[in-house]
């Protein structure tokens, strides 16, 4: 079965420092991966996505994920964290092996950036 | 840019009342979704369209059900309200890949 996995429910991290928002995955076949980003009372905003290629793909607001197939991982990262990127921050997966267009979201983690 | 909408932001209904949630997106994509959001259970699946007249069962879609007349506009339907389905509900269509959503519909049943 399909399912994401996002460890931490919370990351706190001080301005100006690397932050690192955690996703791991299980799917079978070869994996579509995404991120979202949730501000207060408001939809999500996509991110960024891994579809195929280059393991480091770069995405909105200077958010960056590597993709790890060996360790079934899709970490967020950002060099230089932003008191404006305090946000909820869901994983996504869709398996390509599906007939159809189901996405499965992680729990979400909780990113304060704190001034 | 993609534009999705949702008919309220904010939602208050009574015990037992039928109520109607809806979303258009004005991109033309086949595909459509309705998800509810709670604290610590992220986005769960209730229902999908994958064109006009066209429906799937999500991951709970009991006490819900769904509407696609037109290809831009997909409707929740919760027949008879219930204080259990007090949540945030998403929107989203699908682009090529990735999904865009609505701002969400925060629905309080009393």
């Known amino acids: 079965a399909q399912s994401v996995a996002q460890p931490e429910d919370q990351v706190n991290v001080a301005e100006g420092n690397p932050l690192t928002v955690k996703c791991t995955y299980s799917?079978?076949?070869?994996?579509?991966l995404f991120w979202y980003v949730q501000y207060p009372n408001r939809g999500l905003q996509f991110l960024l996505k891994?579809?195929?290629?280059?393991?480091l793909v770069k995405g909105s607001y200077g958010f960056e994920a590597e993709f790890n197939k060996s360790q079934t991982s899709f970490h967020l990262k950002k060099p230089s964290a932003l008191v404006s990127d305090s946000a909820l921050y869901f994983c996504?997966?869709?398996?390509?092996?599906?007939?159809?267009?189901?996405?499965?979201f992680g729990t979400g983690t909780r990113l304060k950036v704190l001034a | 840019d993609v534009k999705v909408t949702q008919s309220s932001r904010y939602l208050v209904k009574r015990t037992g009342e039928k109520v109607f949630l809806e979303c258009v997106q004005d991109?033309?994509?086949?595909?459509m979704f309705w998800y509810r959001q709670d604290p610590g259970l992220g986005l769960r699946l209730i229902y999908f369209?994958?064109?006009?007249?066209?429906?799937e069962k999500g991951d709970i879609p009991e006490g819900y059900s769904v509407s696609r007349e037109k290809k831009e506009r997909f409707s929740l339907i919760l027949e008879s309200a219930s204080t259990n389905q007090t949540s945030m509900y998403l929107c989203?269509?699908?682009?090529?890949?990735?999904?865009?959503f609505g701002p969400g519909t925060r629905l309080t049943v009393t």
């Open positions: 996504a997966v869709r398996g390509t092996t599906s007939g159809t267009y189901k996405y499965i």
């Open positions: 799917v079978s076949g070869n994996p579509y």
């Open positions: 891994y579809i195929t290629g280059d393991n």
């Open positions: 991109m033309d994509h086949e595909n």
């Open positions: 369209s994958y064109d006009v007249k066209m429906k």
């Open positions: 989203a269509s699908l682009g090529i890949y990735e999904q865009y």
